[in-house]
């Protein structure tokens, strides 16, 4: 089955804004007025406000009593916490994948396209819904709802990495991507929790850099 290479209007908002809040053009305080945010990207006010409750529940912004959306402070302690607790869980998820038995042939089929990102002009747009779905599948095969549920929430309360090399980028995910389809095809639960461990660990030293980076620009 191939996945669809789509996102709807209210993910593709949600990215919008988890992106415009971790590289400073939000601030920390700042309000987010809904009219004025689905006129400049083209929406209608139904997906910004379904944005809004996403990163609310990511922790990233606080909507108050009176409907107003405002932005939380992002520290790096914060970030690296969640990325911890999402280190724990992602290596449960993998685990209980293994344990499962399910057909690995959605993630197979993502990692092939992943690799055809690299394809002509790296498509880094893409190339960040084809890893978020890899990493959704993950979740799916482990067949728990409320893992899955846990963590979707701290997928969206964490940034996109944005490194200036993409295709670099790119083929160093795709080979960690193939490490841990490895070792699920080989049910070996030790070795995905260490490739989900690694591959993690590598996010969370680019996730602060990018966050130190931020800071010194504002």
Not at 158 to 169: A, T
Not at 183 to 201: F, G, P, S, W, Y
């Amino acid at each position: 089955m191939e996945p669809i290479n789509r996102m709807s209007a209210k993910e593709l908002v949600t990215e919008k804004l988890r992106e415009a809040i971790y590289k400073g053009t939000f601030h920390a305080g700042e309000e987010l007025i809904q009219e004025k945010i689905s006129e400049q990207l083209g929406v209608s006010r139904m997906p910004v406000r379904e944005a809004f409750l996403v990163l609310e529940n990511a922790g990233l912004i606080e909507i108050k009593k009176n409907k107003r959306a405002v932005v939380k402070e992002i520290t790096v302690e914060s970030v690296q916490e969640q990325l911890e607790i999402r280190v724990l869980l992602e290596c449960l998820a993998g685990k209980k994948a293994c344990r499962n038995g399910g057909s690995y042939e959605n993630l197979i089929c993502i990692q092939r396209q992943i690799k055809g990102c690299l394809e002509g002009e790296p498509k880094q747009e893409e190339f960040r819904f084809l890893n978020k779905e890899f990493h959704y599948e993950i979740w799916r095969l482990a067949n728990s709802p409320r893992l899955e549920q846990m963590l979707q929430q701290l997928w969206f309360s964490m940034p996109s990495v944005y490194p200036r090399d993409i295709p670099q980028n790119i083929r160093r995910n795709i080979e960690e991507h193939q490490y841990i389809i490895d070792a699920l095809l080989n049910h070996d639960e030790r070795q995905v929790e260490k490739a989900i461990t690694e591959h993690i660990n590598r996010t969370e030293n680019l996730v602060k850099f990018l966050l130190h980076q931020t800071q010194d620009d504002q």
